[in-house]
């Protein structure tokens, strides 16, 4: 079965210090991996796909098929960067069913002044 | 983008009873979501709700329970039936518009519920 693995509940870093969320999945295939984000009294949104190379507010996740893991990372966190941080695949479509997507439980980051 | 609002925001229910939670779009989407995200847990899917189909539920999931309803296309009600306090959890609507992958999904600001 498919599944996304956060083994961190919780991160704490200063302002400054670069910061890795780590994301294992299991996955049978070519997974199509993401990350989302929710700040603090905000609605979860979509920050990164793999597929898209891209990265965004400074972020940037690299798809490692041999580690089947898709780390969050940025180089430098800010006090904003402070957010529940997801990490999510699509599942293919079972029978009957349709596509979905399968969420790890999340990281927690905190950045500190 | 779709702009997503969910009633009630959250609720205090008593054991037994129901409670019907909406979820409206300010426009209209192909596909609906609800998910669950109990203390402490990953976001879960529910079902998935398309207009004119019947729910789609996930595996631990069935309609008795949670009755799903998707009379057009930008609004569905989910109905968490005789309740229980392992029901307490928050109860997420999301949605997908028509030709866009299912990873460009817009989620509500989700429904707290707490069963006593």
């Known amino acids: 079965a498919q599944r996304v693995t956060q083994p961190e509940k919780l991160l704490s870093v200063f302002k400054g210090a670069p910061v890795e969320l780590k994301c294992n999945y299991s996955?049978?295939?070519?997974?199509?991996l993401f990350w989302y984000v929710q700040y603090s009294r905000q609605r979860l949104q979509l920050l990164l796909r793999?597929?898209s190379r891209e990265s965004i507010k400074g972020f940037t996740a690299d798809l490692n098929k041999g580690e089947t893991s898709f780390h969050l990372k940025k180089p430098f966190a800010q006090e904003e960067d402070s957010a529940m941080y997801y990490c999510?695949?699509?599942?293919?479509?079972?029978?009957?069913?349709?596509?979905?997507?399968?969420f790890g439980k999340g990281t927690k980051l905190t950045v500190n002044p | 983008s779709a702009v997503i609002s969910q009633k009630p925001s959250r609720d205090i229910c008593q054991r037994g009873t129901s409670l019907t939670i909406q979820c409206q779009v300010d426009?209209?989407?192909?596909?609906m979501f609800w998910y669950r995200q109990q203390p402490g847990q990953s976001l879960t899917l529910i079902a998935t709700?398309?207009?004119?189909?019947?729910?789609?539920?996930e595996s631990g999931f069935v309609i008795d329970k949670f009755p799903i309803s998707r009379p057009n296309l930008t609004f569905s009600t989910l109905t968490v039936s005789n309740m229980s306090p392992e029901d307490s959890s928050i109860y997420l609507c999301?949605?997908?518009?028509?030709?866009?992958?299912?990873?460009?999904?817009?989620f509500g600001p989700g429904t707290r519920l707490t069963v006593l």
């Open positions: 999301s949605v997908a518009g028509q030709g866009v992958t299912i990873d460009t999904q817009y």
């Open positions: 996955y049978s295939g070519s997974p199509e």
């Open positions: 793999h597929i």
């Open positions: 999510a695949l699509i599942s293919p479509r079972g029978q009957g069913g349709s596509e979905k997507l399968v």
């Open positions: 426009s209209q989407v192909t596909m």
């Open positions: 709700a398309n207009q004119g189909s019947e729910a789609t539920y």
